[in-house]
């Protein structure tokens, strides 16, 4: 008896014991989840499945936990050997329903093409309301991932009626959330994706915090959205956090890392940066090789986006042969009526179009299309691609009708509630489109499609709607950068706009048609940068309270202090807990304003409207500009379509001119010209400099016989020209004839308020010092010193170009040590010219980080913030009351062209800022010739000379002196003036002094005479 009671409360104390060690590593694993603390998570629910005990429930649930937790870590393989170790020991009905749900989790994620059976078991079982609104969740997520969307939207609907019966815990809530928000998003309602998605991160936020692998994972989903809404730039923010994150707690080789590095690969390829595309597409594929089986579709998707890098850059022969592999692979994979697979066959239409094989194009889209009715629903953007896509290939091979029909079906998969009826001449009213892009596609192509049948009327109502559609889509925009993408829509409509009304007018010879071809050019010009131009005046306009623009003010200069930080932390190297805080600072800074601008715009609509709406300026009131005008008596504008189309308009008082015509070779010949300028090679020069003047200007010279100021409106590559440098057939140059400026649009050249001429000027300028001297070679040999290029040789010319300068304004004149970025920003606002003989560096990825260098502020110095860059991206926070600003540095005109918008450069940055007026230089300035050059012209300048004609006579007066190789244009042609032509201050009245001094003197002597 004695013996049975002791074995008895050894019992008790025995499973007294396991039980509350079972509970406290139960607990800590979930505590450790929830901190995204997956290993941790992974050694207690392993060693609570371990504890030897009988209780069957305990075990089974410490080994649904575990499989989970592997779930979370992606560690696939290891999470199914844990439901191998839970068969066989599943102690009821409930818990079998767990366990096939796990299951179908598992073998979505391994790809075994079985999930969908187990979670339909799993939901076929007698079961509670929470774990049948577990199985429909976890299915439909799968469901989305195979693009069964109409099966996961039933998932959807039946999971979100069952949450109203009872209180599901959080994650499951919020699970359903995020499972409408992909739906949404795959369907193309992206402002209800967005709501859905934000909705989840904020109840996450609070249950797990600011710093979790949910929180990452919720931002990179939001993320897709603003790519999907061509908001790039804000979508690499969220998926540079969401990464970040990632990597933190998951680790480097993790395949969800491997997403996020394609999300991000995806959106630089979008932005035509392949480079960078094909870094973090290379990134993605090697965790994904090396965690997923062979034929994986993660593992073909990046195949897949590697092979669209390389048509990016031209490699077309890699790129098929990269798309064909994975047609085969997801045919054996998925049977050949999938979306995956129509993907493939549309890849392969986009490599037969760049390679002209319009038949070929047509016939693999035509293919994508009976796949699309076969996997999508009734609305689908994927498919109304697709037939966008086929009809440009019908297009190309003017199969006008047939386009059209095509064209129509894609905005009926684009457009909710629309039905085309089947008949040609119909105009949709759509209410909401999935895809602004198709949508916009598909009205651009019938106003093409029209065009080719003759029918000019539903030409012209096609464009129309494309431009409103266009206007009202820029209003949803908040980042200035991702503005450039309406630029480029406009660019998309001025190209198509052009080609239809330049067709009407060769038929119908109607002047109302060339007006209306160059209010399309004009759309298509700086889009972008007339919004930030506009901004700053759209707050002083728009009765917006002192308070509010200070909250404004203070968001902008805490960014730009935030990206500053950033820079310095990178160009340290320093990766540690610093970095990371300050990324997560700015990207919940940079939230916080879109918060608050879409506050601002809702409760001042002038504000939007005034910064944002845009109307063109007619011909009438260009013409009527320029006879009103001091900045030029005509104008030349171009717009250069990628199909090489090239219009020319010329517009003087009362002339008006329009060429239109092929020209296939001009990018070429412009890549030739500028390498024959910076290499100087005569004969080379010389040669491509006449063509230029033969494709540029002889279809318009005749508008420009009878003025002196001409204007240059470029567009595109044309950008990088300086017109003043292309010969005529007599040898002669353009600028010896003309005095020439540029402007980025005419809507700019004839808003501009006009500038109040003084009788002085002051000066600001500097010349920072550098270590050593810089020898490049150029050609056979010769040797060009100091160039004001990035590898920071010594600059002695910059020294005395600005003491030279400095003799005709008063001024102020920083030079070596004294020459400080914090001077600058300091001091900047109370003179009338800025002028910067430095060194520069372009950024072609980001113009935004474009800079001009000063000099390193002392280490000593712990009242400054400093880091002696000034980046573009600061210019638009610091008070700038400049008439003029000189960039007598390498490179200021130069950077990367985005279509519609033009030269992102540093002169760019400068006007944007409110600068009327910006000399800048189109290629590496000589610190030899340069100096001669600006005295030149600023002594021009202070004569009273317009800056154009000041510019102009001072290459002139350079090439009257200059003898040799120092004649080449490389070294007078490379600066150029962009903006106001205005005189900085009155001609000079010395004369009149001289004259009474004369007088004076003639007195004298009478007087004197007379004695």
Not at 149 to 172: F, G, H, P
Not at 699 to 707: A, D, G, K, N, R
Request: hydrophobic share 35%.
């Amino acid at each position: 008896m004695l013996k049975l009671t002791v074995t008895f409360l050894m019992s008790i104390i025995f499973y007294s014991s396991y039980a509350q060690n079972y509970d406290t590593l139960i607990s800590k694993g979930n505590q450790s989840n929830k901190n995204g603390k997956y290993d941790s998570a992974v050694d207690f629910f392993n060693t609570a499945a371990e504890l030897p005990t009988n209780n069957k429930f305990q075990r089974f649930h410490a080994l649904q936990l575990l499989g989970i937790t592997y779930l979370k870590k992606n560690e696939f393989q290891e999470a199914w050997k844990v439901t191998e170790r839970m068969e066989g020991s599943i102690p009821d009905d409930k818990s079998t329903v767990d366990f096939l749900i796990l299951r179908g989790r598992i073998d979505g994620k391994l790809d075994k093409n079985k999930g969908v059976v187990w979670f339909d078991s799993a939901i076929n079982q007698n079961t509670s309301i929470d774990q049948l609104t577990k199985a429909y969740m976890h299915k439909g997520v799968l469901q989305i991932f195979r693009h069964e969307m109409a099966q996961a939207q039933i998932c959807y609907d039946s999971a979100k009626e069952l949450v109203k019966n009872y209180e599901a815990d959080t994650i499951t809530f919020t699970g359903i959330m995020e499972l409408g928000g992909r739906i949404k998003l795959r369907t193309g309602d992206f402002n209800g994706a967005l709501r859905e998605f934000q909705a989840a991160l904020e109840i996450k936020k609070l249950y797990f915090g600011e710093f979790h692998p949910e929180i990452a994972f919720l931002t990179g989903n939001i993320g897709i959205i603003y790519k999907n809404m061509l908001q790039y730039d804000k979508a690499l923010e969220y998926y540079g956090i969401s990464l970040e994150f990632r990597k933190r707690y998951l680790g480097e080789d993790h395949v969800d890392v491997s997403n996020m590095y394609n999300n991000i690969g995806y959106v630089f390829y979008l932005k035509d940066q392949f480079d960078e595309a094909w870094s973090y597409h290379t990134k993605a594929y090697e965790i994904r090789v090396k965690k997923l089986p062979e034929n994986h579709p993660l593992v073909l998707q990046s195949i897949e986006h590697l092979g669209l890098c390389h048509g990016g850059k031209r490699e077309f022969k890699e790129a098929e042969e990269k798309f064909r592999r994975i047609l085969q692979a997801r045919i054996d994979k998925f049977g050949y009526d999938h979306h995956y697979v129509g993907y493939a066959l549309y890849n392969l239409g986009a490599v037969a179009v760049e390679e002209r094989d319009y038949k070929k194009a047509g016939d693999y889209f035509k293919e994508a299309i009976d796949i699309g009715y076969k996997v999508y629903g009734e609305y689908n953007y994927d498919q109304a691609d697709n037939f966008n896509r086929y009809a440009k290939c019908l297009l190309a091979e003017e199969k006008y009708e047939e386009a059209a029909q095509n064209f129509y079906l894609g905005i009926q998969f684009n457009t909710p509630g629309y039905v085309w009826d089947g008949k040609l001449g119909t105009i949709p009213d759509e209410i909401h489109y999935l895809s602004y892009r198709e949508i916009l596609r598909s009205y651009i192509g019938l106003s093409y499609s029209y065009s080719g049948m003759n029918d000019y009327e539903l030409a012209s109502m096609f464009l129309e709607k494309s431009e409103q559609l266009i206007y009202d889509f820029k209003l949803r925009i908040t980042n200035d950068k991702d503005l450039i993408r309406i630029s480029q829509s406009y660019k998309e409509l001025a190209d198509c706009g052009i080609a239809v009304l330049y067709k009407e007018f060769e038929r119908s010879s109607g002047i109302s048609d060339m007006k209306d071809i160059f209010r399309y050019s004009e759309l298509a010009k700086a889009s972008s940068l007339l919004a930030q131009i506009n901004e700053n005046k759209a707050r002083n306009i728009s009765d917006i309270p002192e308070s509010e623009i200070n909250k404004e003010l203070n968001f902008r200069t805490t960014k730009d202090s935030l990206t500053n930080k950033l820079l310095q932390l990178a160009r340290q190297n320093i990766t540690d807990e610093s970095l990371q805080e300050t990324k997560r600072i700015l990207f919940e800074t940079n939230r916080d304003y879109e918060v608050f601008l879409d506050s601002l715009e809702k409760t001042y609509p002038k504000y939007a409207n005034n910064k944002y709406g845009r109307n063109s300026p007619t011909l009438e009131a260009i013409q009527k500009s320029l006879t009103a005008s001091p900045d030029a008596d005509g104008l030349i504008s171009y717009n250069l379509t990628d199909d090489k189309e090239l219009m020319i308009a010329a517009v003087t008082a009362d002339t008006f001119l329009i060429s239109y015509k092929s020209e296939a070779e001009l990018v070429e010949l412009i890549a030739t010209f500028r390498a024959s300028l910076e290499e100087q090679t005569e004969d080379v020069f010389e040669k491509s400099s006449r063509k230029l003047y033969q494709t540029l200007i002889e279809p318009v010279e005749q508008s420009l016989l009878q003025i002196d100021k001409l204007v240059i409106i470029p567009d595109g590559i044309i950008g990088y020209i300086p017109f003043e440098t292309l010969l005529n057939s007599e040898s002669i140059y353009l600028f010896e004839n003309l005095d020439i400026s540029y402007e980025p649009s005419s809507t700019l050249l004839i808003n501009r308020s006009p500038i109040e001429q003084t009788s002085s000027a002051d000066l600001l300028a500097y010349a920072p010092e550098f270590e050593s001297q810089n020898m490049l070679a150029v050609n056979d040999g010769y040797q060009i010193p100091g160039l004001r290029a990035e590898s920071l040789g010594a600059l002695p010319g910059a020294k005395k170009e600005v003491a030279q300068i400095s003799n005709y304004f008063s001024s102020n004149t920083l030079i070596g040590d004294k020459a400080t970025e914090k001077h600058f920003k300091e001091e900047a606002s109370k003179y009338d010219i800025l002028h910067f003989a430095t060194h520069s560096v372009v950024n072609e990825k980001n113009a935004d980080y474009t800079r001009l260098y000063f000099k390193e502020e002392s280490p000593t110095d712990s009242t400054s913030t400093e880091d002696g860059f000034l980046h573009a991206f600061e210019l638009n926070n610091i008070e700038l009351n400049a008439r003029l600003v000189t960039l007598s540095a390498c490179n200021t005109g130069f950077g990367k062209v985005e279509e519609g918008e033009g030269v992102m450069s540093l002169a760019r940055s400068f006007t944007a800022a409110g600068v009327p007026s910006v000399v800048m230089s189109l290629w590496p300035a000589s610190d030899k010739s340069t100096p001669e050059l600006m005295e030149n012209f600023y002594e021009n300048l202070a004569d009273g000379m317009t800056k154009d004609k000041a510019l102009n006579e001072a290459r002139k007066t350079y090439l009257k002196k200059a003898t040799g190789k120092a004649r080449h244009p490389f070294y007078w042609g490379g600066f150029v003036l962009i903006g106001d032509t205005e005189p900085l201050q009155a001609k000079s009245n010395n004369w009149i002094w001289f004259v009474l001094f004369g007088v004076v003197t003639v007195l004298a002597i009478g007087y004197f005479f007379r004695r």
